[in-house]
C-alpha cells in the first residue's frame, strides 16, 4: 500500500522560502501524476502545483513564478520550493496522487507566513 508523507512546514516570515518533501513509500510519480493541494482555515482545498509522470508541471494562478514542483526519482520524492512567501499562503500542504484504483493522499504539512 502506497504512503505518502509530505514534510517541510513550518513557521516563515513573508518573503520567505520553503521547501516542502512529499515522500512516498513505492515508486509511483513516475508512472502517475502528483498534485499539491493546500487548504487555510476555513477554506475548501484547493489546486496549488502538479507535476505529470513525464514530467510537465503546471501552477495554479496565485502560486505562479513564486512555486516550482520538482522530483527526485531515485528518492521518491516530489518537492514543492516555495519562495516570496505570503500570508495568504498560509495552509496545510497536501500532496495526492490519484491511480485508478486508489487516490492517495499524505497526511499534511503546516505552512504558517507571518507578516
Known amino acids: 500500500q502506497v504512503q505518502l508523507v509530505e514534510s517541510g512546514g513550518g513557521l516563515v516570515q513573508a518573503g520567505g522560502s520553503l521547501r516542502l518533501s512529499c515522500a512516498s513509500s513505492?515508486?509511483?510519480?513516475?508512472?502517475?501524476?502528483t498534485y499539491w493541494y493546500r487548504q487555510a482555515p476555513g477554506k475548501q482545498r484547493e489546486f496549488v502545483a502538479v507535476?505529470?509522470?513525464?514530467?510537465?508541471?503546471n501552477y495554479a494562478d496565485p502560486v505562479k513564478g513564486r512555486f516550482t514542483i520538482s522530483r527526485d526519482n531515485a528518492k521518491k520524492t516530489v518537492y514543492l520550493q516555495m519562495n516570496s512567501l505570503k500570508p495568504d499562503d498560509t495552509a496545510v500542504y497536501f500532496c495526492?496522487?490519484?491511480?485508478?484504483?486508489?487516490?492517495?493522499w499524505g497526511q499534511g504539512t503546516q505552512v504558517t507566513v507571518s507578516s
Open positions: 495526492n496522487v490519484p491511480t485508478p484504483t486508489r487516490d492517495y
Open positions: 513505492e515508486r509511483i510519480f513516475t508512472t502517475y501524476t
Open positions: 507535476i505529470a509522470s513525464g514530467g510537465s508541471a
